[in-house]
Each structure stands twice: as structure tokens, then as C-alpha cells.
């Protein structure tokens, strides 16, 4: 059974400093991976994917994730953070082997001027 | 486009009364699904469906059930509502199920 984790459920960060928002997978086959954020009063946007090929992935708003086979990690990441970065984030998975896309518990990220 | 709509936004039902949550797409989306967000438990997969058609389980299935007659169309029905099915109910589709997925709005159901 695929399954996803994201260890932290709030990460706080000064504007302008990087941040890191944690994701690990467990899939039979090769793993399908997501990063959607959710604003608040606004929908699920999704942000990027890594299906195959290089394993770090840019997406929207500045936001790039590095994908770990080893590690099985898919964790999140901006050079500089942004006070509008503040949100709630998941990470989602599928794979070669299923066609379920399972989320993630969340990771609330704040960001402080 | 409209992309991914859901009626109603809201509703209140007592236990014991059945519903249909409607979920709408106008971009020839072959994959839908429908979740259910509760805090701390992120978004569940309750049912999807790879094409007109074809449905299959999610992980919390139990207490819905769904069909897929066109490519539309993915109403997600609640046969018996109970309180634990108070949630916030988001559709969802996408190309495949490797595409970006385009989210509703969601509905906020409360079952007293």
C-alpha cells in the first residue's frame, strides 16, 4: 500500500530565510510525486511534480523539491521565504504499480517578518 | 471554462439522511476523485475513477458511494449520514492520474 508522510505539522520561518517543508513516500513502483498548497478562503493549487528524469523540480511561486530514491524523500524547498508563502502544504503520491493519489497530513507553514 | 465545480457549498443534514454531493468538470478530465479534509488528517481519498465508467475504492470509502455514467459528472452520494462524516468535501481531476490535479471549492458538510 502507498502511503506519505510529512513529519512536521507547523514550520515557522523569518521572511527571507530558506525554508524546508519535509516529505517522505512509501510505493510499490515508481513513485509519481506532488506538492499542492491550500491559501486560506482559496482552493488547492498545485505546485509541482516529479514524475521522472532530473531530480530536482521547479514549480510555481519559486518553490523547487528535491527528489531522494534512497531516502525516499520528496521534501519541499525556497532559497528565500516570502510572508505570502504563509499556507498550508501536502505533499501527494502515486505510482507506476496504482492510480490512487494519496495526500499527505498537511504542513502548516508561517512565515514572520 | 468554469473547471472544477461543486454543489452545494454548504449543507446541513441529520444523522440517518441521505445526500448527493455534485462534482462537475469541463475539461475533459479522464480522472476525478473525491477527498474529504478534517484538521489534522490532511486530505483522504474516498473514491476515484480513471474514465467513464470505471470507479474504484480510496482509503475511507465506506458510507459513499459514486458512479461515473459521463466524463463530467462524479457525484459522490452519502447513503446514511452520520456525524463522523462531517467534513469539508473536495472534488477533484485531472488528465491522468500523473497530470496536475484541478480542485473544487469544496463543500462544508455538517451532520448533526
Known amino acids: 500500500a502507498q502511503s506519505v508522510a510529512q513529519p512536521e505539522d507547523q514550520v515557522n520561518v523569518a521572511e527571507g530565510n530558506p525554508l524546508t517543508v519535509k516529505c517522505t513516500y512509501s510505493v510499490s513502483g515508481n513513485p509519481y510525486l506532488f506538492w499542492y498548497v491550500q491559501y486560506p478562503n482559496r482552493g488547492l493549487q498545485f505546485l509541482l511534480k516529479?514524475?521522472?528524469?532530473?531530480?530536482l523540480v521547479k514549480g510555481s511561486y519559486g518553490f523547487e523539491a528535491e527528489f531522494n530514491k534512497s531516502q525516499t524523500s520528496f521534501h519541499l524547498k525556497k532559497p528565500s521565504a516570502l510572508v505570502s508563502d504563509s499556507a498550508l502544504y501536502f505533499c501527494a503520491v502515486n505510482s507506476s504499480s496504482a492510480s490512487k493519489i494519496i495526500f499527505g497530513s498537511g504542513t502548516r507553514l508561517s512565515i514572520r517578518p | 471554462n468554469a473547471g472544477v465545480t461543486q454543489t452545494p457549498k454548504f449543507q446541513v443534514l441529520k444523522t440517518g439522511q441521505s445526500m448527493t454531493l455534485q462534482c462537475a468538470q469541463d475539461m475533459n478530465h479522464e480522472y476525478m476523485s473525491w477527498y474529504r479534509q478534517d484538521p489534522g488528517m490532511g486530505l483522504r481519498l474516498i473514491h476515484y475513477?480513471?474514465?467513464?465508467?470505471?470507479?474504484d475504492q480510496g482509503e475511507v470509502p465506506n458510507g459513499y458511494n459514486v458512479s461515473r455514467s459521463t466524463t463530467e459528472d462524479f457525484p459522490l452520494r452519502l447513503l446514511s449520514a452520520a456525524p463522523s462524516q462531517t467534513s469539508v468535501y473536495f472534488c477533484?481531476?485531472?488528465?491522468?492520474?500523473?497530470?496536475?490535479?484541478?480542485f473544487g471549492p469544496g463543500t462544508r458538510l455538517t451532520v448533526l
Open positions: 516529479y514524475i521522472t528524469g532530473d531530480n
Open positions: 477533484a481531476s485531472s488528465g491522468t492520474s500523473v497530470d496536475e490535479q484541478f
Open positions: 475513477s480513471v474514465g467513464a465508467g470505471i470507479t
